[in-house]
């Protein structure tokens, strides 16, 4: 039989595991290079009004659904509109759920494969170009298949712990980790000479970079860096106590998430700028760019492998998240202790995961779609399994949830959220959140 509930601990504990299911590579990889690319300061005063506009509304969106009812994903819509087809999109966040996991977790464990090259592996200065040949062969080697394996082991000994011994105990200890790590790194960039050039790219929004594709972005990110759509925060919440405030901590998830990716392109972008690179450098800029600067300046090893740990810290702290959602689902809804649902989790991104690191290299003349194995699995779950999550959820809260329910989880607790933030978070999740995930979602489909 399964399991009894459980709930999380501490406050503590109810945020170190949000904050840690938001924060991930979409804060320290994917805002940095997305940022690069979009006008710096432009782009952050976009994503920063996104966030607040849509992500903390769907944030509370989440966090209702999943306190009210206290249970899975699947059994938290059953609960809410039974015998209707709202239940469907409990099946869109567990389908993303494991294709995020299987394809993010190739991701983590080049982070952990690099943390330890770091280390054992750390040669000087090398180029650029001979940074992006070493990515290649590692990237397209076995290795990768086996570092996948190590990463998703990582969190089966994590998650088959259980709710408070496992997810709420790591994330207690590990957030801590990350945001010292972050400051560390922080104060280093900030004495670097290119530091003005760095942070006045970052934080000086240029008006006339402003353009559609940039706001398209912006939106986008401020989507995907708090994991909405996906049911993450529903399954957390389903932990949290009656008293826990789902507003408040809306706002902190989403304020802490904006941090940790503001602080990590105020790391990137004054050593970028110091050391002549571009900053529209892209996806390479962390595993090919950033290497190349370490290699270039006094204790490169040390920045190296704290760097590379930081990834693997965000990465982890967000795919525990990730395969809690359907370590609930196999185990509340089919009876399977939390041992065996873990284990059957794991074992599903295992095997997806590994043909995703093959597409890098034995499979990669396997295409669907004119996509690899690791693209399709990216494709689908972030152009279309996300947005689609998160419009259905932003739609049937702020329009077929009873406004009794909503009112009431809202400002039942011991920090109760205000009539006038109520009725500000109704109204993003019945007009604004839709509109704008929807157009997201039709410009990520390519259709225009």
Aim: aromatic letters at 12%.
């Amino acid at each position: 039989m399964s399991e009894p509930r459980t709930q999380f601990a501490t406050r503590l504990g109810v945020i170190a595991t949000t904050v840690g299911s938001a924060v991930g590579l979409g804060n320290i990889w994917r805002f940095p290079y997305e940022a690069g690319a979009h006008g710096g300061g432009a782009f952050l005063l976009l994503d920063l009004l996104f966030i607040f506009i849509i992500g903390v509304p769907v944030v509370c969106a989440e966090f209702i659904i999943g306190r009210h009812t206290g249970k899975n994903i699947r059994g938290a819509f059953r609960a809410l509109a039974p015998g209707k087809s709202w239940g469907l999109v409990s099946y869109v966040g567990l389908t993303a759920a494991i294709m995020i996991l299987s394809f993010y977790s190739v991701v983590a464990g080049w982070t952990m494969h690099y943390t330890v090259s770091s280390v054992t592996e750390f040669s000087g200065r090398m180029s650029t170009a001979a940074l992006h040949d070493r990515f290649d062969s590692f990237a397209s080697s076995d290795m990768a298949v086996v570092w996948t394996l190590v990463f998703l082991t990582a969190n089966y000994l994590i998650i088959s712990r259980g709710v408070q011994k496992g997810i709420e105990k790591m994330s207690n200890i590990l957030m801590p980790i990350l945001f010292i790590t972050l400051l560390v790194f922080t104060i280093n960039s900030l004495m670097m000479p290119g530091a003005i050039d760095g942070v006045t790219f970052l934080f000086k929004p240029k008006f006339s970079e402003i353009t559609p594709a940039v706001v398209l972005s912006a939106m986008g990110q401020a989507f995907f860096s708090l994991s909405l759509g996906l049911g993450c925060l529903i399954t957390y919440s389903s932990y949290f106590k009656k008293e826990t405030p789902l507003v408040r901590t809306s706002f902190i998830t989403a304020g802490l998430d904006t941090m940790v990716a503001i602080l990590a392109g105020v790391i990137i972008f004054p050593a970028v700028f110091t050391f002549g690179q571009e900053p529209t450098a892209g996806p390479k800029l962390v595993f090919e760019v950033l290497p190349s600067i370490f290699s270039s300046i006094s204790g490169g090893v040390i920045w190296s492998t704290l760097f590379f740990f930081l990834l693997f810290l965000a990465s982890i702290t967000s795919t525990i998240s990730m395969a809690e959602i359907t370590t609930a689902y196999f185990s509340e809804e089919f009876g399977l202790s939390r041992k065996r649902a873990t284990a059957l989790t794991i074992a599903l991104a295992m095997v997806f995961g590994s043909l995703c690191a093959m597409s890098f290299g034995s499979l990669g003349h396997i295409t669907i779609f004119g996509m690899t194995l690791f693209n399709l699995f990216d494709y689908v779950s972030s152009n279309i399994l996300l947005p689609l999550g998160g419009l259905i959820i932003s739609v049937f809260v702020g329009w077929v949830l009873d406004r009794s329910i909503v009112n009431s989880e809202l400002t039942h607790s011991d920090r109760p959220a205000s009539r006038v933030i109520t009725r500000m978070v109704v109204f993003c999740l019945r007009w604004l959140a839709p509109v704008c995930i929807g157009i997201v979602f039709i410009f990520g489909l390519g259709i225009f």
